[in-house]
């Protein structure tokens, strides 16, 4: 049974930073692509970035420069470093495991975890 418990998240002032965290068990994760999703109140979830098995990143536009997707094979854990956080960075951030690449979409697998509030408010 896959889990995936995701940590870190919380209420942090415009141009701070917060570091989430993804656990996960009941995979081999060394071999799977992860990845991180948002979704804000009235919009549709999106993804946010993702790392392949081999360490191959992707990352939506309006995070570039700013957050850093990285992951621990030794620990089983995915982390979404997130750097100069923008009010419009406020949203539900879930961890998803077994993204598959197709062409240059990342489409995302199965597993999600229960989500972590991230709020960027002054």
């Known amino acids: 049974q896959v889990q995936l418990v995701e940590s870190g998240g919380g209420l942090v002032q415009p141009g701070g930073s917060l570091r989430l965290s993804c656990a996960a068990s009941g995979i081999r994760f060394s071999f799977t692509a992860m990845g991180w999703y948002r979704q804000a109140p009235g919009k549709q979830r999106e993804l946010v970035a993702a790392i392949s098995s081999g360490g191959t990143t992707n990352y939506a536009d309006s995070v570039k420069g700013r957050f850093t997707i990285s992951r621990d094979n030794a620990k089983n854990t995915v982390y979404l470093q997130m750097n100069s956080l923008e009010i419009e960075d406020t949203a539900v951030y879930y961890c998803?495991?077994?993204?598959?690449?197709?062409?240059?979409?990342?489409?995302?697998?199965?597993?999600w975890g229960q989500g972590t509030q991230v709020t960027v408010s002054s």
């Open positions: 998803n495991a077994g993204l598959a690449v197709r062409g240059s979409r990342w489409l995302a697998g199965d597993s």
